[in-house]
């Protein structure tokens, strides 16, 4: 019996989600957080999908979001002008950093200790939290708004893209090392430290780029427009989701659909694998997040693997006598977790 993918939905927020990000693997698990055009970003344990706190402040969209290393720090950017840092631990807002236009995209260095902002101002900043009331360092030459800007290769360079052009920055310098133009708006850009590669999405179209030369590995070409994709840290498959609602899993290294199935009931705007691998979130214009298995049918957070057990004679008995109960059984168990639904309360704060 082919096995079925049953998603943990995690509902609260009441707008759409447009992006998400996990942490690293910590002593406590590792969290998630997404950022919502409801100004409500939320924490979420990853495995599970449980809600943990929502951060209370930002006065429009929530366009960015992210966590750092050790889950200890948040950062967002939202359509108020401002990238906020948080404590992520209690809740507590740290740092207001004001911008000129909206803020859309948040990074730390590896040791906290630096933010990288971007967003409608064409502008990338450098922000020394030791310092946050310091003006920041500012790097300039894109020519549209920037919509993600990353920290890569041990945060000595910097990837952004804005509408059509991907660009290489050198940190120590802050001079640009090289672009890359593409055909399409840039949709999502996701850095992948292990083997220095940038997954880029535009059209229909997920490339695959070295993040140190921007040279391009491979690409694929979906059968719909594609807002967002992921690179499974084995680097075995990827996920990608888009404007028809269905979510894409492909082989890396042949590039065959191994699955797609209606993953929401709006437009995909942002997927992003675990740490582990084990899992992937999407968000989506329907404002709820999703957690999907990688391999189906393992047992993993609330996931729980129904195998029957064939060493029982009784039961295998029962099955050549009453053809079809044991297959109802394991459907019903099967789908036992299937959409389990966090409600969340988004007025507590974390």
């Not at 096995?3 to 989600?17: A, E, K, W, Y």
């Amino acid at each position: 019996m082919a096995m079925r993918q049953t998603p943990l939905t995690c509902s609260g927020h009441t707008r759409p989600v447009v992006d998400l990000a996990f942490s690293g693997i910590t002593p406590y698990g590792y969290f998630l957080i997404s950022a919502c055009k409801d100004g409500k970003p939320m924490l979420r344990q990853g495995d599970t999908g449980d809600w943990i706190g929502t951060f209370l402040g930002h006065k429009g969209a929530v366009w960015g979001a992210t966590l750092n290393t050790d889950a200890t720090k948040a950062a967002t950017a939202a359509a108020d002008f401002t990238a906020k840092v948080w404590d992520a631990v209690s809740g507590d807002e740290l740092i207001t950093l004001a911008h000129k236009h909206i803020v859309k995209s948040v990074d730390f260095t590896q040791d906290s200790n630096y933010l990288l902002t971007g967003g409608q101002d064409k502008l990338l900043r450098i922000y020394d939290l030791s310092k946050p009331e310091a003006e920041p360092d500012v790097v300039s030459g894109h020519t549209s708004g920037i919509k993600k800007a990353l920290w890569s290769s041990d945060d000595k360079q910097i990837l952004s893209a804005d509408d059509k052009t991907v660009r290489l920055w050198d940190r120590s310098t802050m001079t640009e090392v090289k672009a890359l133009n593409v055909a399409m708006s840039v949709s999502s850009m996701e850095y992948v430290p292990e083997g220095q590669i940038l997954v880029i999405t535009y059209g229909k179209t997920i490339a695959f780029h070295s993040a140190e030369t921007l040279e391009q590995i491979k690409s694929f070409e979906a059968p719909a427009t594609i807002n967002s994709a992921s690179l499974h840290p084995a680097k075995e498959c990827l996920v990608a989701g888009g404007e028809d609602f269905k979510l894409y899993k492909y082989d890396y290294n042949s590039g065959e659909e191994l699955e797609s199935y209606k993953g929401h009931f709006g437009p995909i705007h942002c997927v992003r694998f675990s740490p582990d691998g084990e899992l992937y979130a999407s968000g989506s214009e329907d404002g709820t997040l999703r957690l999907w298995q990688t391999t189906v049918g393992k047992t993993y957070g609330l996931w729980k693997c129904v195998v029957p057990e064939e060493e029982n004679a009784e039961a295998a008995k029962a099955r050549t006598t009453l053809p079809g109960t044991a297959e109802e059984e394991i459907e019903d168990l099967a789908s036992e977790n299937s959409d389990t639904v966090y409600s969340s309360t988004p007025e507590v704060k974390a």
